[in-house]
């Protein structure tokens, strides 16, 4: 029958595309169920690509304006263009989209737009329109993997909207003007992240943040400099906050107060916008997971076993939708997994504890393994190793000395078990850490490897050296 496939993927996010291309590639029969015209999930519509892209022209502008003088640079009435940056962020995002749609074409994957909805007989799936008017098709399957991602998370007395100045992630990369004032509830990645890039273009930006610290679930040093760094380029954080109130004004402002956990005072903010960005949920929405009983926990993640199973054993979820770090990096390697697995392949099943985590603020952050807190919450006995950015002569030559690199190692074995930088280039440098780290190697093995000079990696090699050895060649 046409219709019946080896395995159906429902979304084509970074989690269900490659693992559709990865599953044809090894001769399964393949198609891919996705309820928007356009390919490539969050990440590349309205997340990763999208935020980076802006990142970046925001970060070229910030430098030119308050740093390129300092190179011997100077520029009559800079100005900024904030419309075409937005058209050149779209194009790039249609680039890829095309790029996505020539890859399915390419390995002859099937492509379904529409809602998909599993039925309550076994195999099938249903598609409908967007406005769930009708059903198109259905679709038999032998294996299926849901891929269908998170969005964002709100108060439950506050729906994003645009008209009342209370926005998303989603929104505000797609704001047709610079906000002079921004208050972002969460200090989270995202919220740093899209902090750091309306900063870059001019807004004064607050950060509320809940808990004491910005970027909690990273090292603790990370938030310490980051806090630091934001502090001098006048970003404002105000952590152990509670939100309270979030009002739009008659002026159309929007009205934020938040009270302090610590002393009991409260603050008001006033913006022109307010971005919440306090996490994410799965999106589960119209799936018809109860017609098959498939399991999901208080939160609504999709629960599944080692092998990535659901509670229906062909029928296996990935990425954001399982909960995990919401990486698309994790969702890849879950969906190569799968894929393999179905194809009677052997895959290793990915590392948790080794997927590297990145911030793409201005300097960058980045972050794999153990964190202190973590080695310390274990009882391992560990040493420490940290350089600072300010002694590398690249660093100097760049002109971005903020940050360091942090190495934590088994005190007995020498085994690295956490890397941790803050700088320029981390998140590209954080792979050597990832790759050290899955061949289980000590810093040792690090300060032995010749870094090339000068380069940021020179750092790595250096804290490498304080770790085993307490001391450094140029500290």
Same mark, same amino acid.
């Given at each position: 029958?046409?219709?019946?496939?080896?395995?159906?993927?429902?979304?084509?996010?970074?989690?269900?595309?490659?693992?559709?291309?990865?599953?044809?590639?090894?001769?399964?029969?393949?198609?891919?169920?996705?309820?928007?015209?356009?390919?490539?999930?969050?990440?590349?519509?309205?997340?990763?690509?999208?935020? !980076?892209?802006?990142?970046?022209?925001?970060?070229?502008?910030?430098?030119?304006?308050?740093?390129?003088?300092?190179?011997?640079?100077?520029?009559?009435?800079?100005?900024?263009?904030?419309?075409?940056?937005?058209?050149?962020?779209?194009?790039?995002?249609?680039?890829?989209?095309?790029?996505?749609?020539?890859?399915?074409?390419?390995?002859?994957?099937?492509?379904?737009?529409?809602?998909?909805?599993?039925?309550?007989?076994?195999?099938?799936?249903?598609?409908?329109?967007?406005?769930?008017?009708?059903?198109?098709?259905?679709?038999?399957?032998?294996?299926?993997?849901?891929?269908?991602?998170?969005?964002?998370?709100?108060?439950?007395?506050?729906?994003?909207?645009?008209?009342?100045?209370?926005?998303?992630?989603?929104?505000?990369?797609?704001?047709?003007?610079?906000?002079?004032?921004?208050?972002?509830?969460?200090?989270?990645?995202?919220?740093?992240?899209?902090?750091?890039?309306?900063?870059?273009?001019?807004?004064?930006?607050?950060? $509320?943040?809940?808990?004491?610290?910005?970027?909690?679930?990273?090292?603790?040093?990370?938030? $310490?400099?980051?806090?630091?760094?934001?502090? !001098?380029?006048?970003?404002?954080?105000?952590?152990?906050?509670?939100?309270? !109130?979030?009002?739009?004004?008659?002026?159309?402002?929007?009205?934020?107060?938040?009270?302090?956990?610590?002393?009991?005072?409260?603050?008001?903010?006033?913006?022109?916008?307010?971005?919440?960005?306090?996490?994410? $949920?799965?999106?589960?929405?119209?799936?018809?997971?109860?017609?098959?009983?498939?399991?999901?926990?208080?939160?609504?993640?999709?629960?599944?076993?080692?092998?990535?199973?659901?509670?229906?054993?062909?029928?296996?979820?990935?990425?954001?939708?399982?909960?995990?770090?919401?990486?698309?990096?994790?969702?890849?390697?879950?969906?190569?997994?799968?894929?393999?697995?179905?194809?009677?392949?052997?895959?290793?099943?990915?590392?948790?504890?080794?997927?590297?985590?990145?911030?793409?603020?201005?300097?960058?952050?980045?972050?794999?393994?153990?964190?202190?807190?973590?080695?310390?919450?274990?009882?391992?006995?560990?040493?420490?190793?940290?350089?600072?950015?300010?002694?590398?002569?690249?660093?100097?030559?760049?002109?971005?000395?903020?940050?360091?690199?942090?190495?934590?190692?088994?005190?007995?074995?020498?085994?690295?078990?956490?890397?941790?930088?803050?700088?320029?280039?981390?998140?590209?440098?954080?792979?050597?850490?990832?790759?050290?780290?899955?061949?289980?190697?000590?810093?040792?093995?690090?300060?032995?490897?010749?870094?090339?000079?000068?380069?940021?990696?020179?750092?790595?090699?250096?804290?490498?050296?304080?770790?085993?050895?307490?001391?450094?060649?140029?500290?």
């Amino acid at each position: 029958m046409n219709n019946f496939y080896d395995l159906v993927v429902i979304g084509s996010g970074p989690g269900g595309y490659i693992s559709a291309i990865r599953a044809s590639q090894l001769g399964l029969r393949t198609a891919i169920i996705e309820k928007y015209k356009d390919l490539g999930g969050t990440c590349l519509n309205i997340g990763c690509i999208p935020s !980076k892209t802006l990142l970046y022209s925001s970060k070229y502008f910030f430098l030119a304006k308050n740093y390129y003088s300092s190179h011997g640079i100077f520029f009559e009435n800079l100005s900024l263009d904030f419309i075409k940056m937005m058209e050149r962020k779209n194009n790039i995002i249609k680039r890829i989209n095309n790029g996505i749609k020539y890859l399915m074409k390419k390995n002859h994957i099937d492509l379904y737009n529409g809602l998909a909805s599993f039925k309550k007989k076994k195999g099938i799936i249903s598609i409908t329109d967007e406005n769930f008017l009708k059903e198109k098709k259905e679709v038999l399957y032998k294996n299926c993997i849901i891929a269908t991602g998170s969005k964002p998370l709100s108060y439950p007395s506050q729906n994003f909207n645009h008209k009342k100045k209370i926005i998303s992630s989603t929104e505000a990369l797609s704001l047709d003007k610079i906000p002079k004032k921004l208050i972002v509830i969460g200090g989270g990645v995202i919220g740093l992240e899209l902090s750091s890039l309306f900063h870059q273009l001019g807004s004064h930006v607050t950060i $509320i943040e809940s808990m004491d610290r910005i970027i909690f679930n990273m090292d603790n040093s990370l938030s $310490i400099e980051m806090k630091k760094i934001f502090k !001098k380029y006048s970003i404002q954080i105000e952590t152990s906050s509670i939100v309270k !109130k979030i009002i739009t004004l008659e002026n159309n402002e929007v009205l934020v107060l938040i009270e302090n956990k610590n002393n009991g005072k409260e603050t008001k903010y006033v913006g022109d916008f307010c971005l919440i960005s306090i996490g994410r $949920i799965p999106y589960t929405k119209n799936l018809g997971l109860d017609n098959l009983g498939i399991k999901t926990d208080k939160k609504g993640f999709i629960t599944v076993n080692d092998s990535l199973q659901t509670s229906e054993e062909n029928i296996y979820a990935v990425g954001d939708v399982i909960g995990g770090k919401m990486l698309a990096h994790k969702a890849e390697e879950e969906g190569l997994y799968v894929a393999e697995l179905l194809a009677g392949k052997k895959p290793n099943k990915p590392n948790y504890n080794l997927i590297p985590s990145v911030i793409y603020t201005y300097p960058e952050v980045s972050s794999v393994g153990d964190t202190e807190e973590e080695v310390k919450e274990k009882k391992i006995e560990y040493n420490k190793g940290i350089f600072p950015n300010k002694i590398l002569g690249i660093a100097l030559a760049n002109g971005n000395t903020d940050g360091f690199v942090k190495i934590l190692s088994n005190k007995k074995t020498d085994e690295i078990l956490g890397v941790h930088m803050i700088g320029s280039h981390v998140s590209d440098m954080i792979m050597e850490a990832t790759i050290a780290m899955e061949f289980r190697a000590s810093s040792e093995d690090i300060y032995r490897i010749c870094h090339p000079h000068p380069t940021y990696s020179e750092a790595f090699k250096e804290s490498a050296l304080l770790n085993f050895e307490g001391q450094s060649i140029h500290m």
